[in-house]
């Protein structure tokens, strides 16, 4: 079973930049796996942030970026603000086995 | 404006099977899109469960594909979950969402969830 890692847990300060990360634990995340990112406050459905690597969704800040860094999907968010203090999620689709597997989430502490 | 709305019991005894309903609004379950099913237990992270598009593809994870099915109701603009055999390890909040498979393989239009608990 494949896993798609993600840091636990970071904190930013309001105005900073945090960067966050998807990876595999086996072998390099790349475009072919059309990697797209999720915002989750408590109680509430995940929110589309970014897809296919790097495009944002309708609507979302461009404070908000995606990209490949190294061998991981990558979300960075630039001048955090308070409202961006939620969980953070990736899904990668593997090719492989046509499926989608989501990574374990990063919570995010804006203070 | 796309709008998807889970519907269901909120209570489901062990052993029994589950089975909710995605109503969708503004988009037809008939057109270009894929429909998922995603799952999340209390505390815990997000896990996909499967999609259905209406030429009668469907995807499913493969720790589940042995216990789940989806389907698809055209007429009434829906598509529905089936998850027998359930446990304690089935109690999560149940999402559907329209999955871009072979646009960009990501999920948009979310449904607001629906808690399901398995219990005696």
């Known amino acids: 079973q494949t896993v798609v890692t993600q840091e636990p847990s970071f904190s930013v300060s309001p105005g900073g930049t945090v960067t966050l990360t998807c990876g595999l634990t086996?072998?390099?995340?790349?475009?072919?796996?059309?990697p797209s990112w999720y915002q989750q406050t408590p109680g509430q459905a995940p929110r589309t942030l970014i897809y296919?690597?790097?495009t944002r969704s309708s609507g979302v800040p461009d404070r908000f970026s995606g990209s490949i860094l190294g061998n991981k999907a990558a979300l960075t968010i630039t001048g955090a603000q308070a409202d961006d203090d939620s969980d953070y999620y990736c899904?990668?689709?593997?090719?492989?086995?046509?499926?989608?597997?989501f990574g374990t989430g990063t919570k995010v502490t804006v203070l | 404006q796309v709008q998807l709305q889970e519907s269901g019991p909120g209570l489901v005894k062990p052993s029994e099977t589950l089975s909710l309903t995605c109503t969708v609004s503004?988009?037809?379950?008939?057109?270009?899109?894929?429909w998922g099913w995603i799952r999340q237990p209390p505390g815990k992270g997000l896990e996909w469960i499967g999609t259905?598009?209406?030429?009668?593809?469907?995807y499913y994870n493969p720790s589940l594909k042995s216990r789940v099915s989806i389907s698809l109701d055209t007429s009434n603009n829906q598509f529905s979950l089936r998850l027998t055999s359930v446990t304690a390890a089935d109690t999560a909040v149940y999402y559907c969402?329209?999955?871009?498979?072979?646009?960009?393989?990501?999920?948009?239009?979310w449904g607001q969830g629906t808690l399901v608990t398995v219990s005696s």
């Open positions: 259905i598009f209406h030429s009668g593809n469907i």
């Open positions: 969402a329209r999955d871009r498979r072979y646009f960009d393989w990501s999920f948009e239009y």
């Open positions: 296919n690597t790097n």
């Open positions: 899904v990668l689709y593997m090719y492989s086995g046509n499926n989608y597997v």
């Open positions: 503004g988009y037809s379950v008939s057109s270009n899109y894929y």
């Open positions: 086996s072998g390099s995340v790349s475009t072919s796996y059309y």
